[in-house]
């Protein structure tokens, strides 16, 4: 087992969806924060932990599952590249750093580190009972620019909700389009989705909705915090490339599963790093 292997299991380069909108929140608050750079690398590192050991304890949970998948049966812990302990060691100590780095941040949000990470965990397990899985993990990432706000100024405004709003819903949007490969498993499997319960065209109605409401919410989030254009340039780079990415993976209505991996990447690791810089030019300026 190598730690090329742990971190391919957690999907560590993915982070490159998340920190982009912590970014965000962090421009959303500067005003009112202290931006010293111990502060920010505390923020980074619990985000960066939160993460792993969400995607650490996914991966725990489903290994029954994924063994049975033919998508998921070239997991690292299924074949064997990385251990059950190896696993569980990576989901303690990245929980640990995350509720070790929350507390060096204040009291409060070390406080907060505990519920915060059940409900990360907790959407592993949320398939089993619930088609709202989806939606679980739309809340999970929701508190990721609340968190940020909480932890730099010591309050959750509302721009930083309303970014909350808008940054889950898009998490919970393109974990649908994911989540349409695996229709037939998960109903043969007795597991809940909401592709399982509504069926494709059901599910990518659903995503539609959502990415109204994620792109409502970015750009709400910008004026009420008093930002300039250039986050609302952002916001309409992130409308376009998720326009582009529903018109890409279902042209005319119709589902083309062979360009998931495409949109889910690419497009989404496009969108975020082009608001963040928009984000960031509009501190920049103003």
Not at 112 to 117: I, N, T
Not at 227 to 252: D, F, K, N, T
Request: a positive charge.
């Amino acid at each position: 087992m190598s730690l090329a292997s742990l971190a391919r299991m957690v999907k560590l380069s993915h982070s490159l969806f998340a920190l982009p909108f912590v970014v965000a929140a962090v421009v959303l608050v500067a005003g009112q924060a202290r931006l010293d750079p111990g502060r920010l690398a505390l923020v980074a590192l619990c985000v960066v932990a939160a993460r792993t050991a969400a995607m650490a304890m996914n991966r725990i949970a489903d290994r029954r599952f994924d063994a049975r998948n033919p998508r998921t049966a070239g997991r690292e812990l299924v074949t064997g590249a990385v251990s059950p302990a190896a696993a569980w060691a990576l989901l303690v100590g990245a929980s640990t750093l995350f509720v070790a780095g929350a507390a060096l941040l204040s009291p409060l949000t070390g406080w907060l580190a505990a519920p915060v990470l059940a409900i990360l965990l907790g959407y592993s397990f949320a398939k089993r009972f619930t088609w709202a899985c989806h939606l679980w993990l739309g809340v999970a990432q929701m508190l990721a620019p609340i968190g940020v706000a909480i932890a730099l100024t010591g309050a959750a405004p509302l721009p930083s909700v309303v970014l909350g709003l808008g940054v889950g819903a898009w998490i919970a949007g393109f974990d649908l389009f994911w989540a349409l490969q695996d229709v037939d498993f998960d109903r043969g499997a007795g597991l809940h989705s909401i592709p399982a319960r509504f069926g494709v065209k059901g599910a990518l109605a659903w995503a539609r909705g959502l990415h109204l409401v994620a792109v409502a919410g970015v750009v709400a989030a910008g004026p009420l915090a008093g930002r300039g254009p250039a986050w609302l340039v952002g916001s309409a780079i992130l409308g376009g490339v998720l326009l582009a990415e529903h018109l890409y993976v279902a042209p005319r209505g119709a589902l083309r599963a062979d360009r998931l991996n495409v949109a889910f990447f690419d497009y989404n690791a496009f969108a975020s790093v082009a608001f963040a810089a928009c984000a960031l030019l509009d501190l920049w300026v103003a």
